[in-house]
């Protein structure tokens, strides 16, 4: 749609000059904005390897540890019937699987298959690529700034 199309008493707003830095959104409605971009990406992750975004988060849990269900649980804030379901379908995929605890005979662990982490590893390339690309805009600078907040926050959370 150009100017022309617009009538006169709906004029487009003016767009900001370049190098112009936006308006300050404020921290709730900046911070809710951004999470918004992310899942996002993380949807479009998730959609582009079969999995719902719940199935991502379970897969990168796993990459570097071999949890009980009730840590799992814990991490992906599921109750137990929840998890349960989530660890059957993944497990009926042939992404992870349940074996019992050296600690506990009572308990299990839950571990990627072989093809579980090759999901989890394309899959973290590809949010990788999202996120990066969501940050492109910003300097080096900007970039190690906000990921030594974004860590401040997550690590007080």
Known sequence: MSTDDVPPDEALPEA?????????????????????????????????????????RLLGVLRDREPGMQELARHLGLDKSSMTGLVTRAERRDLLRRTPSPDDGRAVRVSLTPQGRDLARAAEAAAAGEIRALTAHLTGAQRTQLSLLASTLVARG
């Open 16 to 56: 900001a000059p370049a190098g112009t830095p936006p308006p300050d959104l404020g921290i709730v409605d900046a911070l809710a904005q951004m999470s918004f971009l992310v899942q996002g990406a993380l949807g479009k992750v998730a959609a582009d390897h079969g999995l719902s975004v719940i199935q991502l």
